[in-house]
């Protein structure tokens, strides 16, 4: 592949294996080879083992658990590259740490996702692509062009195939007001009803549900969100929906499985039969439980790298 001079090369980070290797695949390339080891004192080292001069770089890495580790490893491995001579630099974050602090929620808070975003750009990147940002706004955050993909139809087109022809059985959830323009636009992609369920979140990661907006009764409720953390909004929600709304089920949809804390245990006794994931965050070892369906974004992304590295639009990236 080379329709600008520039040859291409993928290079991963140690957070997504899986994902960076589904992308080299899906564009007919090796990995990048490369080598990340840690110091005694914790100091992360990157040797980059073939030339990037004039290349097109892409690297993939998730900032997740263990998030700080992760995020310098990229700011220095794209450092690397700037200082190879790279052509351009892109990083491919399937899922973007911090994003969630995007803000100023009360005085003296730090807005550490501007923070993430000034430190990426510093270290040399030309250009980012992430998946479901916490916030859209983050793209501004950026002075660098942000290509910024959806995770909904993805797992959309997955729960088109499960509804079929029972779409009046089914409704769609929203687990708080702030999802609600992306539940909506789920439940349009696959041609069911909305509900909303109001909380009101008394600290940070604990959650109490107040009411639900909406008829739930009698019906399967598809639960959708941007990312699971850990799961206390999730299984709150869904228990209210089965007690006092008198669902008969309930399918949760997530972008990214970050599932830290009490989540697994939460989810594994939580009235939801099942749980549908992207792997933007790795789903592995004791957290891939039997309720979890995990699907790949490593196609898609590798059709948006197809895309940036022709300088064409995204119009069809999702096929």
Known sequence: MNFHGKDIKIFAGSSNLTVAKGIADGLGLPLGKSDCCTFSDGEIAISLNESVRGSECFIV????????????????????????????????????????????????????????????TTAGADRLLTMDLHANQIQGFFNIPVDHLLGAPLLARYMKEMVGSDKEDYIVVSPDLGSVTRARNFANKIGCGLAIVDKRRQRANVSEVMNIIGDVKDKKVILVDDMI???????????????????????????????????????????????????????EGEKLIDKFTVLPVAPTFARAIERIYADQPFNNVFG
């Open 229 to 283: 953390d850990t799961a206390g909004t999730l299984c709150n929600a869904a228990a209210a929906l089965i007690e006092r709304g008198g669902a008969t089920s309930v399918t949760a949809c997530a972008t990214h499985a970050v599932l830290s804390g009490p989540a697994i245990e939460r989810i594994q006794n939580s009235v939801i039969s099942k749980v549908v994931l992207l792997d933007t965050v790795p789903v």
């Open 61 to 120: 890495q998730s900032t997740c658990d263990p998030v700080n580790d992760n995020l310098m490893e990229l700011l220095i491995m794209i450092d690397a590259m700037k200082r190879a001579s790279a052509a351009r630099i892109t990083a491919v974050m399937p899922y973007f740490g911090y994003a969630r602090q995007d803000r100023k929620a009360k005085p003296r808070d730090p807005i550490s996702a501007k923070l993430v975003a000034d430190l990426i």
